[in-house]
């Protein structure tokens, strides 16, 4: 059977890692590389890069950082933050991302899923939902969390498997970066659908 | 010098970013003479074992791989090229290891692809050399080699038993990717290297 798997996932910010709680309050950590292979060697099965630049300059500097992560790392990585299209994606698998995560962009437009999935296999897509819940709903939102949409949590993991997403990566809002109480149910009814 | 075979088989910078690591030289090729005068020959493969066959064959090197006769290690499609045929496609392969590649049935709450860690078992080879038994090693793929003489590690999926690797004389095949396996991938590397 496939192990349970531990996925460090990193925010990166013009080449370094950050750490934020509840997506705010952002601090640098470290270099993206090295904190990457720390964490290969202490045990990790993967990593996740996410790329939160906001400026064009930066975004150039992380598409160079991807190249530096797939020489330095002996383990598979996902990497996202602003790809919205599919040639977003065929440029970072040409740097040796081994995925990519998709997220605001696939919201706007659900066919990018498809699109990627079609042209490069359903395990080169993860699907990143940042949620929140609202009175008593789990409601996506998008932007980094600025930005909520009507979208309902478990209707959009379905589309997103439907459409050919591999995996996906959930994120509570209410919950990030703050340690107990991951809401657990949510993985689990995310996974059942 | 490791000749790493270049025949438009999907992303393989994962194999060469792995031998820069190991320092180890390598060159990337299509050329025959660099292919036949290589110390070691990788075969790669990502993506669909059809496509990558009928590559295979329109760079005329299928004939070429099997007649090498230093250590060749096909990897993931790589070594499923190596097998007598694939149910992608139905095409057939270059016929080294004596079985065939089919797709995983799906099983209530098995997923397709087999995609993550998985433990290998009943290891037997020299590929294998200071590898413990039920080491994990990174897979991603929808068909599978099954059981076969040939078969030197198994790993289980919900309930199929596949052959994870494979041996015929000198050539080699992982269903696994050693590039993305970790420490345990770059021992099983080195030990080919040090055929």
């Given at each position: 059977m496939v192990t349970k798997r531990i996925i460090p996932c990193l925010d990166v910010k013009g080449g370094l890692v950050v750490k934020g709680i509840n997506f705010e309050g952002l601090r640098e950590v470290g270099d993206a590389v090295g904190m990457g292979v720390r964490y290969s060697e202490e045990g990790a099965d993967e990593l996740v890069y996410l790329d939160i630049s906001a400026s064009k300059e930066e975004r150039s500097t992380f598409t160079e950082l991807v190249e530096r992560i797939a020489l330095g790392i002996n383990i598979p990585f996902t990497v996202g933050g602003g790809i919205s299209s599919l040639e977003d994606a065929a440029r970072l698998l040409d740097r040796g991302a081994d995925k990519i995560s998709v997220n605001s962009a696939a919201i706007a437009r659900p066919q990018l899923i498809s699109d990627i999935a079609d042209r490069y296999g359903s395990q080169f897509v993860v699907c990143a939902i940042d949620a929140k819940c609202i009175d008593g709903v789990w409601r996506v939102t998008t932007h980094g969390g600025s930005r909520l949409t009507e979208r309902e949590l478990f209707s959009w993991a379905r589309e997103a498997q439907e459409r050919g997403a591999g995996e996906i990566l959930f994120t509570s809002m209410d919950h990030d970066g703050t340690r107990p109480d991951t809401p657990a149910n949510n993985t689990r009814r995310s996974r059942r659908c | 010098m490791i000749a790493i075979v270049d025949y438009d088989a999907g992303n393989i910078k994962s194999v060469t970013n792995a031998l820069e690591r190991l320092g180890v030289e390598y060159k990337l090729t299509a050329d025959p003479d660099v292919i036949r005068r290589a110390d070691k020959v990788i075969l790669p493969g990502v993506g669909n074992a059809s496509a990558a066959m009928e590559s295979l064959r329109a760079k005329g090197l299928e004939a070429l791989i099997r007649s090498l006769r230093q250590p060749v290690l096909g990897i993931c499609v790589g070594m499923q090229l190596?097998?007598?045929?694939?149910?992608e496609g139905g095409v057939k392969c270059m016929d080294i290891f004596d079985c065939d590649v089919r797709r995983f049935v799906p099983e209530p709450g098995v997923k397709v692809p087999h995609m993550g860690w998985n433990a290998l078992g009943n290891l037997g080879s020299k590929l294998f050399r200071d590898i413990a038994d039920a080491s994990c090693v990174y897979f991603v793929h929808s068909f599978y080699a099954g059981l076969c003489q040939d078969t030197i590690a198994t790993c289980r999926h919900g309930s199929t038993l596949f052959s994870a690797a494979l041996k015929y004389e000198n050539f080699y095949g992982t269903q696994f990717h050693p590039e993305k396996s970790g420490a345990v991938g770059e021992r099983i590397l080195m030990n080919f290297i040090g055929l």
């Open positions: - | 190596m097998c007598r045929s694939s149910e």
